[in-house]
C-alpha cells in the first residue's frame, strides 16, 4: 500500500508525463501477458512512446490538476468526464517526439495484434482531452512520412503524365517520318 506521498508523487510524475508529452493515449488491458506486454513496451520504447500503468484514481487526480477534469465536489462539465470512461486496468502511451499521431497509431496497430485484449479508451491531443471514437479516427492517420510520400506521389502525377503524354506525341512524330 503506497503513502499519500508516495501518490502525490505518482500523481506529479503523470501529470509532467501529460503535460510534456505531443499527445495521450488512454488504454484499456486485459489477459495480456507479461511477455506479450515486454514486446509492446519494448516497440513503444524505441518508437519515442512512453507506456505508464497507474491506477485509474491518481489518473484522474493528474488529469483534475492539469485541468482537464473537474476537481471532486465541482460540477462537471458536459463531454468532458463522460467521453473517457477510466474503466478496468488502464495505462497511459505518451508520445514523446515530434509525430503528434504515433502514440495513438501504435497503441492501435498493437490493438489489432492483441485483438480483445488492447484497447483505446481516449486520450489528451492538442491540449485537450478527447472520447474513444476521435482517438480512433487519429489512430488511422498514417505517420507524416507516408503521408509525404503520398503527396510527392500527388505531385508528381500530373507531371509524370504529361511526360507520358509528350512521349506519345513524340513517338507518333517520329514513326509518321519514316
Known sequence: MKTRKQKEEIVEKLGSTLKSGISSVFVHFADLSVADETVMRRHLRSENVSYVVAKKTLIRRAL????????????????????VPLKGEVAIATGIGDDATGAARLVHEFGKKFAGKLSIIGGLFEGRLIGQEEMQEIATIPSMQVLRGMFANVIHSPIQGLVIALNSIAENKSGQQT
Not at 471532486?72 to 468526464?81: D, E, F, I, S, V
Request: no cysteine; proline share 10%; hydrophobic share 25%.
Open 64 to 83: 483534475e490538476n492539469l485541468g482537464h477534469l473537474p476537481a471532486p465536489g465541482t460540477a462537471r462539465q458536459a463531454g468532458k468526464h463522460e467521453d
